[in-house]
């Protein structure tokens, strides 16, 4: 873990550095069909974060990553691909299940091998399995669902700042 990197919730503003991580990263996922330009994707994380919890990850004080989730759905979970492999997505995830009610579920491409390893690694468990037609990029999908032990261990350390932070 890169001791530079911290998670916070994100700030009304920062729809933009996050929509700038979002394209970057899908970007580089080289099976994604592309469907949407940078400026529609930019409109789209605009109208997520009038209705998502969005926590980012910062590097250096620049925005590195974020999760999205909304009730017990993490909706996005997105890493610039500068800063993959440095414990960003780590420290989001568990920001997530910090925040969550005790579950949290997913969608996954089947063809994002390196994602399904992170959730899986990660204490999800894969529960549903579709032929792509119901989402937009026509890919197959993969429903993981992870639901937090019952000592409540894992979110003792990061809920109360992001929590306490939410608040108005
Ligand atoms: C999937 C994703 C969110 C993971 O985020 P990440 O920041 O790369 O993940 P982390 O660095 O926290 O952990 C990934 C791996 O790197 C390793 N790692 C962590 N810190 C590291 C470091 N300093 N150096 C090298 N490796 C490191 C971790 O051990 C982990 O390996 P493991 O899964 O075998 O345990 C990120 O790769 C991403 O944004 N991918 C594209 C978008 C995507 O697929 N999103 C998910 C959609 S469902």
């Given at each position: ?130 032929d792509g037609s119901r989402n937009a990029e026509g890919l197959p999908d ?27």
């Amino acid at each position: 873990m890169d001791a530079n990197i911290s998670i916070r919730p994100a700030r009304p503003h920062e729809a933009v550095a996050v929509a700038a991580v979002f394209s970057a990263a899908r970007e580089q996922m080289g099976f994604l069909p592309r469907l949407h330009s940078r400026d529609e994707e930019h409109d789209f994380i605009c109208a997520i974060f009038r209705r998502e919890q969005i926590i980012v990850a910062e590097w250096n004080r620049t925005v590195c990553g974020f999760a999205a989730c909304h009730g017990d759905w993490l909706n996005h979970l997105y890493v610039h691909p500068d800063m993959q492999g440095r414990g960003c997505g780590d420290l989001l995830l568990a920001g997530s299940k910090a925040t969550s009610q005790g579950v949290l579920q997913l969608w996954c491409f089947v063809r994002n091998t390196r994602a399904r390893k992170f959730y899986e690694c990660r204490g999800f468990t894969a529960v549903e399995f579709t032929d792509g037609s119901r989402n937009a990029e026509g890919l197959p999908d993969i429903r993981y669902v992870w639901r937090a032990p019952p000592d409540g261990t894992l979110t003792a350390r990061l809920r109360p700042a992001l929590v306490r932070r939410q608040s108005p």
